[in-house]
């Protein structure tokens, strides 16, 4: 009997063995997709800032009005990128609300000379020149900053992984705080200049969220509200803790849910009023894609029902590294709420959904009284620049970037060449209130260390 014992032993040993050393190889793998994705966003960053502050310089510096429409337009397009790069780095417990906000008015008043002022060829007046040089003082403080925290990040090879599991783990500290005490200098910084005043109709107006049903809930409804929402997706469930809480438009307790024989966990937020779960997201290795996208829809469709959503228009379809995007809407009398979109992330090698967020549905969502458009699809598909090959035009409703009201509008999906855009055209006056290019930019690698 002992010798039969001993060989047993040896081999659950191995078998264990194998498998602890497997889940070390995905933890691994998994943190060095991360940690290669957020220096990407950080380096990309520094790079928007630098460009910013020298299309400002080029800005105050020119008196012509093809150099300054030239400026502006590039101001555009480098503070949507540093927006949304400045998104993608995990510092979420550091308050960068003034400077997302700095980011923010630049685009507003670049877009609002360039629309107001450079098309008809003026220069720029007195006022608007003494205003971009205040932005310009402002995002050369944000720029030097950037550059010591990119020059300590390099040298002593920061981790920004390290500073998400800090974020997301309650007891646990920071080896440096070199990254976390960069940004909450550059945002002490902007917080210390006067607040800028704008004219009405400058500045892009975000809509309040609506107050959310239901009565306050403790931590440890969050936890059984995730708990049983997670056996139900991906069970059976080991252990859920709450990882962070967060007081934000939608306050939330981030809850950590944690599977037998895993490290890593999963992380949904269940808000503070209701417990309704705001975003879910799985973390996990991504095998080689098995499902086309007709079926990971099914698979999110299916997901959605399961929750209660349904009578929903896929608007949107992305994918990355073997996982498919979409992103839903519902209607109103067969008008498209662009407001109220869903979002839905599912991996293609097997169906799982690995993502959901219901933020702007549970902030926007209600039943409106809708106008009748003045104007008919007819006379929209005349206005339509006829090299773009229409696909299909319906009515949707949008919100307003700088006023507190909704558009209804025709979307207007169409091609040019191989790029794919979504035109919306003001379904009152016949003009076009946005554009938006739904061909992915192409992307590069940074290597890490």
Not at 17 to 29: R, V
Not at 45 to 55: E, F, G, K
Not at 169 to 175: D, E, N, Q, S
Not at 374 to 390: F, G, H, M, T, Y
């Amino acid at each position: 009997m002992r010798r039969l014992i001993i060989p047993l032993l040896v081999v659950a040993l191995l078998i264990t063995g194998y498998f602890a050393y497997n889940q070390y190889q995905l933890n691994q793998d998994l943190t060095r997709r991360a940690e290669s994705q957020y220096q990407r966003s950080f380096h990309e960053l520094v790079w928007n800032v630098d460009t910013i502050n020298s299309q400002l310089a080029k800005t105050l510096v020119t008196s012509s009005p093809e150099q300054i429409m030239q400026s502006l337009t590039d101001l555009l397009r480098e503070t949507f990128a540093a927006s949304s790069n400045l998104g993608g780095i995990p510092i979420a417990m550091v308050e960068l609300e003034k400077t997302e906000k700095l980011l923010n008015d630049i685009a507003d008043y670049s877009y609002y000379i360039l629309k107001r002022n450079n098309l008809d060829g003026k220069e720029l007046s007195e006022e608007e020149w003494e205003k971009l040089q205040e932005l310009y003082k402002r995002c050369r403080v944000v720029r030097d900053e950037l550059d010591q925290i990119e020059a300590k990040v390099l040298d002593r090879d920061l981790s920004f992984v390290e500073v998400e599991t800090v974020a997301l783990r309650k007891g646990k500290k920071l080896k440096d705080n070199t990254i976390i005490e960069g940004f909450t200098t550059i945002e002490n910084k902007v917080k210390a200049f006067p607040d800028l005043q704008f004219d009405e109709g400058i500045q892009k107006i975000e809509p309040e969220p609506q107050p959310l049903s239901g009565e306050e809930i403790t931590e440890e409804q969050a936890v059984e509200l995730a708990r049983k929402f997670m056996n139900e997706h991906d069970g059976p469930v080991a252990r859920a803790e709450v990882a962070f809480d967060t007081e934000g438009r939608i306050p939330v307790y981030g809850v950590a849910i944690y599977k037998e024989r895993e490290d890593t966990p999963s992380y949904l937020e269940v808000t503070k009023r209701g417990g309704h779960i705001l975003q879910m997201y799985i973390q996990r290795k991504i095998q080689e894609a098995n499902l086309d996208y007709n079926e990971a829809e099914k698979e999110a469709r299916k997901f959605l029902n399961t929750h209660g959503f349904q009578n929903l228009v896929l608007v949107e379809t992305d994918s990355d590294t073997n996982v498919a995007n979409f992103t839903f809407v519902p209607t109103q009398e067969g008008v498209l709420l662009y407001p109220d979109m869903l979002k839905v992330n599912v991996a293609l090698d097997n169906g799982q959904v690995i993502s959901f967020d219901q933020t702007s549905f549970l902030s926007y969502h209600r039943n409106r009284d809708i106008p009748q458009p003045e104007l008919s699809e007819e006379q929209i598909s005349a206005k339509i620049n006829p090299n773009l090959r229409v696909e299909h035009i319906r009515l949707a409703l949008i919100p307003s970037e700088y006023e507190k009201r909704e558009l209804l509008t025709y979307e207007v999906k169409g091609k040019i060449n191989d790029e794919t855009f979504l035109l919306f055209i003001d379904a009152k006056t016949g003009e076009e209130n946005r554009i938006v290019r739904l061909t992915k930019p192409r992307e590069f690698k940074i290597t890490v260390r």
